[in-house]
């Protein structure tokens, strides 16, 4: 215990609250008299003797229970109010599911929490040793719920609920069922954001500061980077692609055992009185296809730079990347990336593709690729619109748009200004975005790792 309390005491003074010798000395002096069996009590000591600040309440607050076990909501055992008659129907239903997620639906419902060599396995496998600052709790969070599987049960516990409805579970015991396994995601939620929270507060003690300051520059947004930070984040580009490729890579032997096809189950297994004798699964391409359509005017060439950097580092990650540019009109630039080295083609596509006066129209570049590049498009092709949608009040072509949404898998807009500027002066976001099926907003590296992420493992 006393180790675990120099290790907090450290973080907080990382974390900027001034503690003295002296004050230190206090807490396990406070600690010694009043025992660590009560944790209210406990905290209360610590509270008292290290926190001088009202405004350092609130990091003390968040490091307590980083350090000091978790203080959320135990998981339950779900089944345990069930009738014996309503757990031979989960039972039942659960078999309808194979592989990682059915393993996941039976702890969930079991109410097993991660272990800590599952939290620290997953943390490597997205990244979270590198981790050095609070601000990535939230994304790495979701990164790591993710890695272990959440999205997977997530539908796989939509169709549970609805099987269980067709089998005749009462909606009174289907009620509760259900709100026991959300309070368990719940509760899995909130240890797996502890578990990430108290790995960047170590992190950050035994990390140099020169490691902090370059992950800092993830959350800078693009267009204040100085040449020289814009550097060292060109450096990181391929270490954001080797956490990404190890998420893909997850994701890739997870899809190998394919999906229960629910309806198609059901429907085989009529010629056998509804007993599912015979399951049918979805099978489904792993490798998306991606074609990105990018606007290299001035105010997007940071954004678009680092995004064609991150997608070409990803490019085995994907069965077919085509890449188009446009200012005042469209031309592909797949050639230069099949040629040369990723930082090479970009400073060929930059140079040849030369920004002029509000000169920028994306109109005209949609009618272009329309006609001359549609066929690049099938039901498999994720288009990614990198751009802002700034279009100097010209025609914004929605019937063009129109054909590419419905020729692809999905369209995504990717873009780095806040959802309270579309729409404003010459903005056509706002006319743009009912053809799109998501937008995310890349105003730095680290939302742009998100975003790409997302596409990778949401195809």
């Given at each position: 215990?006393?180790?675990?309390?120099?290790?907090?005491?450290?973080g907080?003074?990382?974390?900027?609250?001034?503690?003295?010798?002296?004050?230190?000395?206090?807490?396990?002096?406070?600690?010694?008299?009043?025992?660590?069996?009560?944790?209210?009590?406990?905290?209360?000591?610590?509270?008292?003797?290290?926190?001088?600040?009202?405004?350092?309440?609130?990091?003390?607050?968040r490091?307590?229970?980083?350090?000091?076990?978790?203080?959320?909501?135990?998981?339950?055992?779900?089944?345990?109010?069930?009738?014996?008659?309503?757990?031979?129907?989960?039972?039942?239903?659960?078999?309808?599911?194979?592989?990682?997620?059915?393993?996941?639906?039976?702890?969930?419902?079991?109410?097993?929490?991660?272990?800590?060599?599952?939290?620290?396995?997953?943390?490597?496998?997205?990244?979270?040793?590198?981790?050095?600052?609070?601000?990535?709790?939230?994304?790495?969070?979701?990164?790591?719920?993710?890695?272990?599987?959440?999205d997977?049960?997530?539908?796989?516990?939509?169709?549970?609920?609805?099987?269980?409805?067709?089998?005749?579970?009462?909606?009174?015991?289907?009620?509760?069922?259900?709100?026991?396994?959300?309070a368990?995601?719940?509760?899995?939620?909130?240890?797996?954001?502890?578990?990430?929270g108290?790995?960047?507060?170590?992190?950050?003690?035994?990390?140099?500061?020169?490691?902090?300051?370059?992950?800092?520059?993830l959350?800078?947004?693009?267009?204040?980077?100085?040449?020289?930070?814009?550097?060292?984040?060109?450096?990181?580009?391929?270490?954001?692609?080797?956490?990404?490729?190890?998420r893909?890579?997850?994701?890739?032997?997870?899809?190998?055992?394919?999906?229960?096809?629910?309806?198609?189950t059901?429907?085989?297994?009529?010629?056998?009185?509804?007993?599912?004798?015979?399951?049918?699964?979805?099978?489904?391409?792993?490798?998306?296809?991606?074609?990105?359509i990018?606007?290299?005017?001035?105010?997007?060439?940071s954004?678009?730079?680092?995004?064609?950097?991150l997608m070409?580092?990803?490019?085995d990650?994907?069965?077919?990347?085509?890449?188009?540019?446009?200012?005042d009109?469209?031309?592909?630039?797949?050639?230069?990336?099949?040629?040369?080295?990723?930082?090479?083609?970009?400073?060929?596509?930059?140079?040849?593709?030369?920004?002029?006066?509000?000169?920028?129209?994306?109109?005209?570049?949609?009618?272009?690729?329309?006609?001359?590049?549609l066929?690049?498009?099938?039901?498999?092709?994720?288009?990614?619109?990198?751009g802002d949608?700034?279009?100097?009040?010209?025609?914004?072509?929605?019937?063009?748009?129109?054909?590419?949404?419905?020729?692809?898998?999905?369209?995504?807009?990717?873009t780095?200004?806040?959802?309270?500027?579309?729409?404003?002066?010459?903005?056509?976001?706002?006319?743009?975005?009912?053809?799109?099926?998501?937008?995310f907003?890349?105003?730095?590296?680290?939302?742009?790792?998100?975003?790409?992420?997302?596409?990778?493992?949401?195809?």
């Amino acid at each position: 215990m006393e180790e675990r309390m120099v290790e907090f005491i450290a973080g907080l003074r990382t974390s900027g609250v001034r503690i003295s010798v002296a004050e230190s000395a206090d807490a396990f002096r406070a600690v010694e008299t009043l025992g660590v069996q009560d944790r209210d009590r406990f905290r209360i000591a610590l509270r008292a003797t290290l926190v001088k600040e009202p405004q350092d309440l609130a990091t003390f607050e968040r490091l307590f229970p980083q350090f000091f076990g978790l203080g959320g909501p135990p998981l339950l055992d779900a089944t345990q109010d069930l009738s014996n008659a309503d757990l031979q129907r989960l039972a039942q239903a659960i078999r309808q599911f194979t592989g990682n997620v059915r393993q996941q639906l039976e702890r969930l419902l079991r109410g097993e929490s991660l272990t800590q060599a599952e939290l620290e396995e997953l943390g490597q496998m997205v990244g979270l040793n590198h981790a050095t600052h609070p601000y990535q709790q939230p994304w790495l969070t979701s990164r790591l719920l993710r890695a272990a599987g959440h999205d997977e049960v997530k539908k796989a516990l939509k169709e549970l609920w609805e099987l269980l409805d067709r089998m005749g579970m009462t909606k009174r015991s289907l009620d509760r069922l259900r709100q026991l396994v959300q309070a368990n995601q719940d509760a899995l939620r909130q240890q797996v954001s502890q578990h990430v929270g108290a790995s960047i507060v170590r992190n950050a003690l035994n990390e140099p500061r020169e490691a902090q300051r370059n992950d800092d520059l993830l959350q800078r947004p693009f267009q204040s980077l100085s040449e020289r930070e814009a550097d060292e984040l060109r450096k990181q580009v391929q270490r954001l692609a080797a956490q990404l490729r190890s998420r893909a890579a997850l994701r890739q032997r997870r899809g190998r055992v394919g999906q229960l096809d629910v309806k198609r189950t059901l429907r085989t297994n009529l010629k056998y009185g509804g007993v599912p004798l015979e399951l049918k699964y979805r099978r489904r391409q792993i490798k998306p296809k991606i074609l990105l359509i990018c606007d290299v005017s001035t105010s997007m060439r940071s954004v678009v730079e680092f995004m064609l950097r991150l997608m070409y580092d990803l490019q085995d990650q994907v069965a077919q990347a085509r890449s188009f540019a446009f200012i005042d009109d469209i031309q592909e630039i797949t050639a230069d990336f099949t040629e040369f080295r990723p930082d090479v083609a970009i400073e060929h596509v930059l140079n040849r593709l030369q920004p002029g006066s509000y000169n920028t129209d994306l109109g005209q570049s949609l009618l272009h690729f329309q006609r001359d590049f549609l066929d690049a498009i099938d039901h498999r092709t994720t288009v990614i619109i990198v751009g802002d949608g700034r279009n100097n009040y010209n025609n914004p072509e929605l019937e063009a748009f129109g054909d590419i949404k419905r020729r692809s898998r999905r369209l995504v807009w990717l873009t780095p200004e806040s959802p309270l500027l579309w729409g404003s002066g010459d903005s056509d976001m706002l006319r743009y975005l009912p053809f799109c099926s998501a937008v995310f907003e890349v105003n730095n590296m680290a939302s742009l790792a998100e975003a790409v992420d997302r596409l990778l493992t949401t195809h």
